[in-house]
Structures are given as structure tokens and as C-alpha cells.
């Protein structure tokens, strides 16, 4: 379930391409998504999540979304994983697509630095507000790592992510589209073991790269989910406190105020959507009693949360329990059908 994506995520990608003349209700329809309740209550599978970007890249012929001051044609992403391909070791890959979208994109700034026992991944995107580019960035994190991915042909562990968007929903948490462990800090990065960097890849040339990419990243996504299920939750699921983002960014507490403030809703409406996401996706994921999990996110009773989710989400614990979620395989599913079948017609 930890992989699934809220609507308040989706709502921030989308901006770009609502800003551009695209209308959102459509944008969800074609990439499946269903809004019942219009908060973070809905929540948007992994392809899902891949059906949505490559819908906005493809209506905007922009492979930025729309958030960036600058954008490029969508097909160029075509030819970054067909440039992996080509190298021999991972280092070589990744150095590779950091030089095609310094020749091709202003918009886009990858680094590759490394340290003793490190390497240390990061991108740096060129847009209007902060929040637009901290959601690109996370974007093309995400991206990075699938074409590690695909050039490896299998899972790439990575040891932890930087977002630089202080509201994050995986802060505390492991990564959606990354699967480790989310922190805030000054900018989009991934750590990882820095002897990865001298394996080598496949070196099989698909026939549909974006596929095979797609495909290799949900099937990763699938078992991560699989696996998150079946040992409980995850580590640190209560939403980090102003003292620990303070301590994580290497700034101040006032400064860390003053930008939660700055986000939708200010800083008592983030941590009341924080603490809500978090009740909810413990109810969802566990079978822990109401009791532990009011003390886990530090209520002094089960009925003060009760009342708390009550007033929230409208919705009782038992009620948010047996509710759950829709059939979220079946339209990850429906959607991974979509996907192969876009790709296709596509070319890529």
C-alpha cells in the first residue's frame, strides 16, 4: 500500500498541465484514476502514477509536465534509455544521461558525486514557484532510477532520498517510486553503495524501452508493496515533528515554520493531514488495535483519535477498516494494460 500515491501529489504534478489548458477531469480520466472523495483518501496506484505523467508528457509534447520554465519534447526520454543500453557499467549509464540533458534541457541538471563508500545522485530542475520544482525534481529522481533500473535489468537499492519539498508524503517513510527512506533537505538526491557504480548492465536492446522500463518498475513496485504488507508497518510512520525537520535540513525551526506556513493550508493544517494519512494507512495495513495505534501517533487514548478521524474524514476507525480501499489491483492492472498499449502505439 506504501507505494500508493495521494490526490494532493497528483493535484501538484497536474498543475502545469492545468495552468496550460488542460482540464483535469479529463487528465484523471485518461489515465484511469477515479476521485471519490477528493482528498487524500484517494489514492493513485503505481501505474496509475506512470499512466498520469506519460498522459501530461504526451498532451503537452513537454517531458517536464508543464512545471518547468523551460520544457522539451517527450520523445527525448526515448532516447535516454536507449542510450544506456549502450554502456557498459552503471556509471557510464548514468553519466551518459546526465550529459544528454545537459546538451538537450535547461531545465533539467543532473550530478553524479561520490565519496568513500557513496555515491550520491541529484537533480536540480529549473521552475517558476518552489513547489513546482520540488515536484519535478522528485519527478525525475524517480525517473533516474528506473533507467538505472532498466540498464541493470533488475531492482537498484538505494539507501535513502532527499526531497527538498518539506510536506512530502513520504518523509519518514520509504519512497514510493524509490523504496527507501525519505527525508527532507535542500535538494532532490539518492544515496546509494557506491561499488554499484561499476556493475554492468543487460545490454539487451527492447524492441519498447518505455515498456520494458515501465514493466521492470511495477513489477519491482508490486513485490515492495508485497513485502511492506507483510511485515507490518513501516519504521517512523508518525509524521516527523518541526524539531526533526529542523535537525534533517540542517536549518532552523523558524525557518522550517515559516515554509510549512508557506504551503497549502500552513503548518497546523499539515500536520492535521499528515496525522490523518498516517491513522489511515496504519488502519489500512495492519491489524494493530485502535489502542496502539493512538499511542504510536501519540494520542493519550483510543477516543480522542476516534473523534479525531471522525472529524477528519467522516469516517469511524471500523468504518475507514471496512471501507479500505477500492480494488486498487484492479485498476493497477487496467492501467498497466493502457500503459503497454500507449507505449506501443507510441513507438517507444
Known amino acids: 500500500m506504501s507505494n500508493l500515491v495521494p490526490l494532493d501529489w497528483v493535484k501538484k504534478h497536474s498543475a502545469g498541465a492545468m495552468r496550460q489548458g488542460v482540464d483535469f477531469d479529463s487528465l484523471m480520466a485518461s489515465s484511469l484514476i477515479q476521485i471519490e472523495y477528493g482528498d487524500n483518501r484517494d489514492l493513485v496506484s503505481p501505474a496509475q502514477w506512470l499512466l498520469l505523467c506519460l498522459n501530461t508528457s504526451i498532451r503537452l509534447d513537454d517531458a517536464t509536465h508543464g512545471l518547468a520554465r523551460s520544457g522539451f519534447a517527450s520523445g527525448f526520454t526515448l532516447v535516454g534509455l536507449r542510450s544506456v543500453k549502450g554502456c557498459v557499467t552503471l556509471e557510464a549509464a548514468i553519466r551518459t544521461v546526465q550529459h544528454l540533458y545537459s546538451l538537450t534541457s535547461r531545465s533539467i541538471r543532473i550530478e553524479l558525486s561520490t565519496t568513500n563508500d557513496h555515491a550520491i545522485l541529484s537533480v536540480e530542475a529549473d521552475c517558476e514557484t518552489d513547489q513546482e520544482k520540488a515536484v519535478l525534481e522528485d519527478t525525475y529522481l524517480s ?4 533507467h538505472c533500473m532498466y540498464f541493470l535489468g533488475r531492482p537498484f537499492p538505494v539507501l535513502s532520498v532527499t526531497t527538498s519539498d518539506i510536506s512530502h508524503f513520504n518523509i519518514g ?3 514510493y517510486a524509490i523504496g527507501a527512506p525519505t527525508r527532507h533537505g535542500r535538494y532532490a538526491s539518492m544515496r546509494f553503495a557506491k561499488s554499484l557504480l561499476a556493475q554492468r548492465g543487460t545490454g539487451n536492446l527492447d524492441e519498447n524501452p518505455h515498456w520494458e522500463c515501465f514493466r521492470l518498475w511495477l513489477d519491482s513496485a508490486k513485490g515492495l508493496a508485497s513485502e511492506r504488507s507483510a511485515t507490518g508497518p513501516e519504521v517512523h510512520a508518525v509524521p516527523p515533528r518541526i524539531g526533526e525537520l529542523a535537525m534533517q535540513s540542517g536549518v532552523s525551526r523558524a525557518t522550517v ?8 493550508g500552513g503548518a497546523r493544517l499539515q500536520r492535521q493531514r499528515a ?3 498516517s491513522a489511515v494507512r496504519l488502519l489500512r495495513e495492519t491489524n494493530d488495535c485502535v489502542e496502539s495505534i493512538s499511542a504510536e501517533l501519540g494520542y493519550a487514548d ?3 483519535l476516534r473523534r479525531f478521524l471522525k472529524t477528519t474524514t467522516g469516517k469511524t476507525p471500523k468504518e ?3 471501507s479500505a480501499l477500492q480494488d486498487s489491483s484492479d485498476a493497477n492492472q487496467r492501467a498497466r494494460q493502457r500503459l503497454q498499449k ?7
Open 143 to 146: 525517473w533516474i532510477y528506473m
Open 275 to 277: 496525522l490523518t494519512d
Open 173 to 175: 517513510r520509504l519512497h
Open 320 to 322: 475507514i477498516r471496512e
Open 342 to 348: 500507449l507505449c506501443t502505439e507510441k513507438g517507444w
Open 302 to 304: 483510543a477516543r480522542s
Open 257 to 264: 515554520y515559516r515554509r510549512l506556513l508557506a504551503t497549502e
